[in-house]
C-alpha cells in the first residue's frame, strides 16, 4: 500500500528517537512533541497480533514494540530482538538467537517463550498462511528459538520478519496471561522505545520514552499522537502551534505549507505508485473493455498536473492504466510509447468515438455511450508490486 512506506518511515524516526546518537547522547529525555496524525488512533494499532497489511499501525509499534527484526536505515530486515539466525540445510528450520539483557516495559525479561507465544498469539494479515507453514516453534532454550517448517519455504522471512506482517513483533507472555486481551488492549506492554501512558480511542495516544531501551535513549520525553484525519484541520494545528508535526500534508496545504515562513515542508510523500483502474473493463458491454479506450484514456491524462496539484511540484508521480488478465495477477509493464492528445484521438477514431478524453471537465467526452457504467476511472494507491501493466 502507498501507506506503509510513509509509515515505516515514520515509525524508523520514532524507533531511532527523533534525533541523531550525538544528540541523544547529551542528557535525559525532554520536552514534549505533538503529533497530527492522519488517521483515527485504533486501539488494534498498538497491538502487533491484530496488524491487518497496512503501515499505519505500525507508527505505533515501531513506538510501542519491538520485533525480531524490522526495517532500520540501510537495512531492511536489521537484527533487533534476535542479534542473529540461520536457515537449516535442509531449508525446513530457521533458529534465532536473542539478544541477552531485554526486559518489557514493565520489567519480564524478554525470553524464547515470549517469542514463540507472539507467533501463535498473531491473528493479523497471513496469519493463517504463516500458521500452516509452521509445523512447530521449538524453544531451544531461553535466548534461543527454531521454528520448523512443514516444507522448505524460502518466502518464510519476507513473511515472518518485515512489514507484511506484524507476526515477529514480541509481546509479554506472562503480563498477557495474568491481564488478559482486554487488560492488553486497555494497556499494552512492549519493549519499545516509548511506554504506553494513557490513550483515548481513535482520538489520542500519549507515550513517554522508554530509557532502559536497549538501541539508545530517546531525546524526547513524552509524543502525544492525536488522530486528525482532516487535512485542513491538521494544517490549522500546525498554524496555531497546537500541533510540531503535521502528518501527510499534500495538495494544496503542501502549498500553503511551503508558502509560511513559520513552517516547513519536511517530507512530501515517499516513494510509491500510483494507478488509475478501470473496474468496468471485464464487463463486455461497457466501453472500458476496450483496450483502445483504456489507452486512450492513459494518454490523455495530464499526469503531471494531477501530481503537482494533489502532491507538489518536487514530488515524482507516475501514472499508469490498469490491465490484466485474471491468470495473472502482475503481468510486465507495456507502457505507451507517445502520450499525446493526438495518440488518444486516433485511439478513440478506431472505436468511432470523434472526441478524446477530456481530464479538464471532470467526466469522459464520451459518457453518454457509456450507459449506466461510468466513465470515470477509480484512483488507486498502489504499494508492493504494484506497477501493474499500462494499456
Known amino acids: ?18 534525533s541523531s546518537a550525538e544528540v541523544s547522547a547529551q542528557g535525559q529525555p525532554e520536552g514534549q512533541l505533538n503529533i497530527a ?9 498498538l497491538d502487533p497480533a491484530e496488524t ?52 518489557f516495559h514493565n520489567g519480564d525479561p524478554v525470553t524464547a517463550e515470549d517469542v514463540k507465544f507472539s507467533f501463535l498469539r498473531y491473528r493479523g494479515a497471513s496469519a493463517k498462511l504463516l500458521h500452516d507453514r509452521v509445523k512447530s516453534v521449538d524453544v531451544v532454550d531461553p535466548l534461543r528459538v527454531r521454528f520448523v517448517l512443514h516444507a522448505p519455504w524460502p518466502d518464510f522471512l519476507v513473511f515472518y520478519a518485515t512489514p507484511a506482517t506484524g507476526a515477529a513483533w514480541v509481546v509479554p507472555k506472562k503480563y498477557i496471561e495474568k491481564v488478559g486481551e482486554d487488560g492488553f488492549r486497555r494497556q499494552p506492554v512492549g519493549l519499545g522505545p516509548y511506554r504506553f501512558v494513557s490513550a483515548k480511542p481513535g482520538i489520542e495516544l500519549v507515550v513517554e520514552a522508554n530509557e532502559q531501551y536497549w538501541r539508545k535513549k530517546p531525546t524526547i520525553k513524552r509524543i502525544v499522537f492525536k488522530g486528525v484525519p482532516d487535512r485542513t484541520t491538521r494544517l490549522a494545528m500546525l498554524k496555531t502551534g497546537e500541533a510540531d508535526i503535521g502528518y501527510l500534508m499534500v495538495g494544496l496545504e503542501a502549498a500553503t505549507i511551503k508558502a509560511d515562513p513559520k513552517l516547513k ?5 515517499a516513494p510509491a505508485a500510483w494507478w488509475v483502474e ?27 498536473a494531477i501530481n503537482e496539484a494533489e502532491n507538489s511540484p518536487s514530488a515524482s508521480i507516475r501514472i ?4 490484466y488478465r485474471r491468470s495473472v495477477s502482475w503481468p510486465k509493464p507495456a507502457i505507451p510509447t507517445a502520450s499525446t492528445r493526438e495518440s488518444s484521438r486516433r485511439c478513440l477514431r478506431s472505436r468511432r468515438w470523434a472526441r478524446p478524453w477530456e481530464p479538464t471537465s471532470g467526466r469522459s467526452a464520451f459518457a453518454p455511450a457509456c450507459g449506466p457504467w461510468s466513465a470515470r476511472p ?10 501493474a501493466a499500462s494499456s
Open 265 to 269: 515542508l519536511a517530507k512530501v510523500i
Open 320 to 323: 499508469h492504466t490498469t490491465w
Open 1 to 18: 500500500m502507498v501507506r506503509i512506506t510513509v509509515s515505516i518511515a515514520l515509525a524508523t524516526v520514532l524507533a531511532l528517537g527523533l
Open 278 to 304: 478501470f473496474p468496468e473493463q471485464w464487463n463486455p458491454k461497457s466501453p472500458w473493455h476496450d483496450r483502445r479506450v483504456r489507452l486512450a484514456a492513459n494518454l490523455a491524462v495530464d499526469k503531471q
Open 378 to 387: 477509480s484512483w488507486r494507491p498502489g504499494g508492493r508490486r504494484s506497477w
Open 37 to 45: 496524525f492522519d488517521a483515527s488512533i485504533a486501539p488494534t494499532f
Open 52 to 103: 491487518p497489511g497496512i503501515g499505519t499501525p505500525f507508527v505505533f509499534l515501531y513506538a510501542l514494540h519491538d520485533a525480531m527484526m524490522k526495517p532500520l536505515p540501510g537495512n531492511d530486515m536489521a537484527p533487533c530482538v534476535a542479534e542473529s539466525w540461520k536457515e537449516g540445510a535442509d531449508g525446513l528450520t530457521y533458529e534465532f538467537k536473542l539478544r541477552e539483557g531485554l526486559k
